[in-house]
């Protein structure tokens, strides 16, 4: 009986297997260059799709450097979080090709181009699952080589990203960038300001809203970014409209984030969990870059903590960049503040 089970669990991985691996079907995809930067004469690119362990279609932008041959190192992107991969994930994951990687930047599940409902939803045990079902893709490329594989995550998928390698042994170098940690932030607030009665209040509004979206079959969008923001804004909120509402910058159409946000209930499971219980268990090289200035910076301090508190200690390292703010590390700002040096130098050290 043992090995019946065991022989149709090996079948079940091997027909998952050919088709994640499988020609990639991509009509019906934007195919037009419609990234919020310029493309590289330096790289080919293309899209791409795979599956991940939910049955998900993933889409990304895949980008080889035109130059190289054999098998390369390869970097899978993710992020920001609510954004799509026509922006700063795209940005990252061209760079690194021109600096000799295969690279893929994904839609998560549930936005862009990719595949989920409802739409605009997010899970942290779903969305760690699509960094390792871009690992899956990478692993399976004829042009990488399987043994050198990294991740890149930015805001949201920089606290995910740390989630996927505390998980997945493939991983065997990550970047975090002015990452957030989004069940800390979900739980306690911005700057650790909600206490247990505000958060039974949110517990309280949120599944009032699950019943009634139940009872109508709509499910509600947070909203988005404002258009403008006042004066007395925070400075953190004026920076993501700076970033997501400009057409010089950020904005993108199909991006949550430039347009009408998350769903209202999505954050609801995220209070109950805890994204980083297994950093301290990351093995492998971990990078984590934040902005001197950023709202955010608090996460990367904490993230750095938690991975350096056992004994895996010796290959971490926190970059702080001088004058930077959250948001000029997804595009550079106006400083050219993204340290493209120091990660090429990391993925290349780490990835050889």
Not at 307 to 314: E, F, M, P, Q, V
Request: with cysteine.
């Amino acid at each position: 009986m043992k090995a019946l089970i065991g022989m149709a669990l090996a079948l079940t991985l091997s027909a998952h297997a050919q088709t994640t691996t499988s020609s990639m079907e991509t009509t019906g995809l934007t195919q037009v260059w419609d990234k919020t930067f310029p493309q590289s004469e330096k790289v080919a690119h293309e899209k791409v799709t795979f599956r991940n362990r939910f049955g998900i279609t993933l889409v990304a932008d895949k980008y080889v450097p035109k130059q190289a041959t054999g098998k390369l190192p390869a970097i899978a992107v993710g992020g920001p979080f609510g954004a799509v991969k026509e922006q700063a994930s795209g940005r990252y994951a061209q760079q690194l090709a021109e600096a000799g990687f295969v690279t893929i930047a994904f839609d998560p599940s549930f936005t862009g181009e990719s595949e989920g409902e409802p739409r605009y939803s997010s899970s942290m045990d779903i969305n760690t699952e699509d960094f390792c079902a871009a690992v899956d893709y990478l692993s399976c490329c004829e042009q990488v080589d399987a043994e050198r594989i990294g991740i890149l995550g930015i805001c949201g998928w920089g606290g995910l990203s740390l989630n996927a390698a505390a998980l997945d042994p493939r991983i065997k170098a990550t970047v975090a960038v002015t990452l957030y940690n989004l069940t800390r932030v979900t739980q306690k607030g911005y700057f650790d300001t909600m206490d247990e009665e505000a958060r039974f209040a949110l517990k309280q509004k949120l599944a009032a809203q699950r019943t009634e979206e139940f009872r109508t079959g709509d499910i509600k969008p947070q909203g988005g970014l404002p258009a403008t923001t006042a004066d007395n804004a925070p400075d953190y909120l004026k920076q993501y409209v700076d970033y997501y509402k400009s057409e010089k910058r950020g904005y993108h159409p199909r991006s949550l984030n430039s347009n009408m946000g998350w769903n209202i209930t999505t954050t609801l499971m995220r209070l109950n969990q805890n994204l980083w219980i297994a950093a301290d268990e990351i093995r492998t090289p971990v990078l984590i870059v934040h902005g001197e200035k950023a709202h955010s910076r608090y996460f990367g301090e904490e993230a750095y903590q938690k991975i350096t508190n056992g004994k895996y200690a010796d290959n971490k390292r926190l970059l702080i960049v001088p004058g930077a703010t959250h948001c000029d590390l997804y595009d550079g700002g106006e400083g050219n503040f993204i340290p493209w040096n120091d990660i090429f130098t990391f993925y290349q050290s780490n990835l050889k």
